[in-house]
């Protein structure tokens, strides 16, 4: 079992930035691939990054691409989400996610474990 946590969210203006922690517990973590989601309000949960466990590989939605870094602390059994140049399009609930021995992917139901979310409200 994993147990996720999430922290770091807030309100932020257009153009600032924030940094998104996941702590994870309860198993081992570096062979999980890690990623981030995140959802809107009425809309679906949508791809943000995620970090392979094989190879440690990053991996971008096109519309973060350049402006969010995702990075792991194997020791700390931590995923990180550094967002710069917010917009007010990236306001969302973020969750942080695990597949163990998974290797990266899009698809939020490939993912075993996630945590409880964490608030993105970006003002223009």
């Known amino acids: 079992q994993v147990q996720l946590v999430e922290s770091g969210g807030g309100l932020v203006q257009a153009g600032g930035s924030l940094r998104l922690s996941c702590a994870a517990s309860?198993?081992?973590?570096?062979?999980?691939?890690m990623g981030w989601f995140r959802q809107a309000p009425g809309k679906e949960r949508e791809f943000v990054a995620a970090?392979?466990?094989?190879?440690?590989?990053?991996y971008y939605a096109d519309s973060v691409k350049g402006r969010f870094t995702i990075s792991r602390d194997n020791a700390k059994k931590s995923v990180y989400l550094q967002m710069n140049s917010l917009k007010p399009e990236d306001t969302a609930v973020y969750y942080c996610?695990?597949?163990?021995?998974?290797?990266?992917?899009?698809?939020?139901?490939?993912?075993?474990?996630w945590g409880q979310g964490t608030q993105v409200t970006v003002s223009s």
């Open positions: 996610a695990a597949r163990p021995r998974g290797s990266y992917s899009t698809h939020f139901y490939e993912y075993d474990y």
């Open positions: 309860g198993r081992t973590f570096s062979s999980d691939t």
């Open positions: 970090y392979s466990w094989s190879g440690g590989g990053t």
